[in-house]
């Protein structure tokens, strides 16, 4: 059975925490920012976690994460 390759894209936006989970960066945090307010762009700094609906997919595309 030879081995399953890695998507590397994904490898790089995504870790796995302790449990299990996978964590991510937010969005919307890259340019066009003086419209946003300071609020806003303080709750993107912070990881969030992958939703339930797409951590099936993303451990079949990172399998060694």
Known sequence: MPKIKTNRSAAKRFKVTGTGKLKRNKAYKRHILTK?????KRNLRKA??????NVKVMKKITPYL
């Open 48 to 53: 969030a976690m992958t939703d339930a609906t």
């Open 36 to 40: 946003k307010s300071a609020k806003t």
